[in-house]
T-cell receptor, first 114, second 115 residues
Framework: AQSVTQLGSHVSVSEGALVLLRCNYS??????LFWYVQYPNQGLQLLLKYTSAATLVKGINGFEAEFKKSETSFHLTKPSAHMSDAAEYFCAVTSAGNNRKLIWGLGTSLAVNP | DAGVIQSPRHEVTEMGQEVTLRCKPISGHNSLFWYRQTMMRGLELLIY????????DSGMPEDRFSAKMPNASFSTLKIQPSEPRDSAVYFCASSPPAPPSYEQYFGPGTRLTVT
């Protein structure tokens, strides 16, 4: 069975600081990995996805994530936080044989302080 | 292109009433998912369809919940009778044919309040 663990339910950074949101996965087959962002009172929006091509994936709004098989990780980073990055971030995993279901992490709430 | 469309955006109803939530997936997508999000339980998958056929409804809380997808462009989630513990945000998401795409695209959600 696949699973996702997001380390840290709340992360706080200063504006302009590095954003690092951690995601570790468990999968016995090659995974497909995703990061989503949810702004208050909105639906989830796809930030980026890993589908077995390049291990460093660039997404929208300056975010990127690196797939590290040896560490079973897919951490999300952004060099410089903006106030507008304050939101809930979700990591998810699936695989070709998982019947299209995404397995979700519990989410990390990112606060950006001025 | 229009994204996933959900209606209504907000619904307030009294306990015991029937509630119907509606979803129009993105054109060309062949999978549709219904989720429920609460502070206590986070994001829960209720049911999903592939090519209009329900594939997995193991997340449906109980018989009060039912979902249909009569065609590729419309789905409903019905709660009858509704209870206060059903209060949540309900999301619909759709996904294009796979492979290579497995990502899901979410609608804006329906915020349901049952009093």
């Amino acid at each position: 069975a696949q699973s996702v663990t997001q380390l840290g339910s709340h992360v706080s950074v200063s504006e302009g600081a590095l954003v690092l949101l951690r995601c570790n996965y468990s999968s016995s087959v090659p995974p497909y990995l995703f990061w989503y962002v949810q702004y208050p009172n909105q639906g989830l929006q796809l930030l980026l996805k890993y589908t077995s091509a390049a291990t460093l994936v660039k997404g929208i709004n300056g975010f990127e994530a690196e797939f590290k098989k040896s560490e079973t990780s897919f951490h999300l980073t952004k060099p410089s936080a903006h106030m507008s990055d304050a939101a809930e971030y979700f990591c998810a995993v699936t695989s070709a044989g998982n019947n299209r279901k995404l397995i979700w992490g519990l989410g990390t709430s990112l606060a950006v302080n001025p | 292109d229009a994204g996933v469309i959900q209606s209504p955006r907000h619904e307030v109803t009294e306990m015991g009433q029937e509630v119907t939530l509606r979803c129009k997936p993105i054109s060309g997508h062949n999978s549709l998912f219904w989720y429920r999000q609460t502070m206590m339980r986070g994001l829960e998958l209720l049911i999903y369809f592939n090519n209009n056929v329900p594939i997995d409804d193991s997340g449906m809380p109980e018989d009060r919940f039912s979902a249909k997808m009569p065609n590729a462009s419309f789905s409903t989630l019905k709660i009858q009778p509704s209870e206060p513990r059903d209060s949540a945000v309900y999301f619909c998401a759709s996904s294009p044919p796979a492979p290579p795409s497995y990502e899901q695209y979410f609608g804006p959600g329906t915020r349901l309040t049952v009093t």
